[in-house]
């Protein structure tokens, strides 16, 4: 089955550094990407929207300066958090569904990552 | 009113139980609707999708979908210690590829040897 690969799974970073997440779909091509975040005991609330080759589209209330996203291949969507500070600790999935597919097949997520900002 | 109302439990049931997780909706133009199961610290995994209303079953797992009251449900039977998971609602306007999932809160279920 499609499989994507997120990485890094756990990151601890000092307040003011930038952090980047990288998505990848590793057996399939992806022109739509979408990036979550989530608290805990909180549903996953949508970010934005990653489009191979353009640029993001950014749900109302989510800073794009900050939440910084490439969608630089059909198979690979980074997600960087500039100048993280530690209201930005969460957790941050990435999803993905290979091109041309019904939505039987439903979209794959990434095993997620931690940000901690201390 | 939230577009899509969840019951974040938690739920706790002794194995073998039949288990029953809803979710209601507002949005009447949702037509695909999913369930997802996470496990802690884990992205979600699908377990189950439908498309407009009526009912799939998959092993243990059923889904319905009732359109007419904007309800969906999924059904566990005989639940194993194995189920203790999240499980999360989503639903989707359309089923193109590019189109974004509204999820639930989530209901954590914890199976009882």
């Known amino acids: 089955g499609a499989v994507v690969s997120q990485h890094p799974s756990r990151v601890i970073c000092k307040s003011g550094t930038s952090v980047k997440i990288e998505c990848r779909s590793l057996d399939f091509q992806a022109t739509t990407m979408f990036w979550y975040r989530q608290f805990p005991k909180k549903s996953l609330m949508l970010m934005a929207t990653?489009?191979?080759?353009?640029?993001?589209?950014?749900e109302q209330g989510v800073e794009k300066d900050k939440f910084l996203i490439n969608h630089a291949s059909l198979t690979l969507s980074t997600l960087t958090v500039t100048s993280a500070h530690p209201e930005d600790s969460s957790f941050y999935i990435c999803?993905?569904?290979?091109?041309?597919?019904?939505?039987?097949?439903?979209?794959?997520f990434g095993s997620g990552t931690r940000l901690t900002v201390v | 009113q939230k577009e899509v109302e969840q019951d974040p439990g938690p739920l706790s049931v002794p194995e073998g139980a039949i288990v029953s997780l809803n979710c209601t909706y507002s949005n009447s133009a949702f037509q695909y609707f999913m369930w997802y199961r996470q496990y802690s610290r884990k992205g979600p995994e699908l377990l189950m999708y439908t498309y407009s209303s009526g009912n799939k079953e998959d092993g243990r797992f059923t889904a319905q979908v009732d359109k007419s009251s904007k309800y969906i449900s999924l059904f566990i039977r005989d639940s194993q210690p194995s189920d203790s998971a999240t499980y999360l609602c989503a639903m989707s306007v359309s089923g193109g590829s590019n189109y974004k999932l509204t999820f639930g809160k989530g209901t954590l279920l914890t199976v009882n040897p």
């Open positions: 999803s993905a569904r290979e091109m041309g597919t019904g939505y039987n097949y439903g979209y794959t």
């Open positions: 990653s489009n191979e080759g353009s640029k993001a589209t950014y």
